[in-house]
T-cell receptor, first 115, second 113 residues
Framework: EPEVTQTPSHQVTQMGQEVILRCVPISNHLYFYWYRQILGQKVEFLVSFYNNEISEKSEIFDDQFSVERPDGSNFTLKIRSTKLEDSAMYFC?????????????FGPGTRLLVL | GEDVEQSLFLSVREGDSSVINCTYTDSSSTYLYWYKQEPGAGLQLLTYIFSNMDMKQDQRLTVLLNKKDKHLSLRIADTQTGDSAIYFCAEIQGGSTLGRLYFGRGTQLTVWP
């Protein structure tokens, strides 16, 4: 069964450093998402992406965040200058369509720790 | 409103039924979902219900939706130790452009043998 994959599974970085989290969505999917979950808190929406552009972003997704689909398979989340509070599990998701409640399929997540 | 609320913990004995409850505030919610998260794993879709339905059954899972009270529940029949996980309720609100999901905090289900 096709699945969303994410790399790396864990990332440790120093505050102020840039990180790139990578995702490979399911191949025929058109809609892509990033969510994050700070330990003990809710899973929060960051951004949705369709047709090579951002469709919606939350208040969390400020100027230090960016997303890109550099080729036909990868979908990346870049955090330019990490802060301690960026430590969280980051989930990528993809969806084939939006019709009929078609669900978002989630990857296993990247656990980011900012020191 | 964006609030989706769930109780944080539930413990049941193996073989019993589990009922996980969720409340939401947005009356325009279109779809409501239940996701399962096992330790170290991602979010796995269990089931979803469209807002014009009252009930959906899928093998051991029964979803009940009370739209008037904005209450969603997930019943797991004959709960097994392998059902131990965190269960997330999530909704897509009516005004959402691309299916932005709003999640609850998750209910940790522990199944005792």
């Amino acid at each position: 069964e096709p699945e969303v994959t994410q790399t790396p599974s864990h990332q440790v970085t120093q505050m102020g450093q840039e990180v790139i989290l990578r995702c490979v969505p399911i191949s025929n999917h058109l809609y892509f998402y990033w969510y994050r979950q700070i330990l003990g808190q809710k899973v929060e929406f960051l951004v949705s992406f369709y047709n090579n552009e951002i469709s919606e972003k939350s208040e969390i997704f400020d100027d230090q965040f960016s997303v890109e689909r550099p080729d036909g398979s990868n979908f990346t989340l870049k955090i330019r200058s990490t802060k301690l509070e960026d430590s969280a599990m980051y989930f990528c998701a993809s969806s084939p369509t939006l019709a009929g409640g078609e669900t978002q399929y989630f990857g296993p997540g990247t656990r980011l720790l900012v020191l | 409103g964006e609030d989706v609320e769930q109780s944080l913990f539930l413990s049941v004995r193996e073989g019993d039924s589990s009922v996980i409850n969720c409340t939401y505030t947005d009356s325009s919610s279109t779809y409501l979902y239940w996701y399962k998260q096992e330790p170290g794993a991602g979010l796995q879709l269990l089931t979803y219900i469209f807002s014009n339905m009252d009930m959906k059954q899928d093998q051991r899972l029964t979803v009940l939706l009370n739209k008037k009270d904005k209450h969603l529940s997930l019943r797991i029949a004959d709960t097994q130790t392998g059902d131990s996980a965190i269960y997330f309720c999530a909704e897509i609100q009516g005004g959402s452009t691309l299916g932005r999901l709003y999640f609850g905090r998750g209910t940790q289900l522990t199944v005792w043998p």
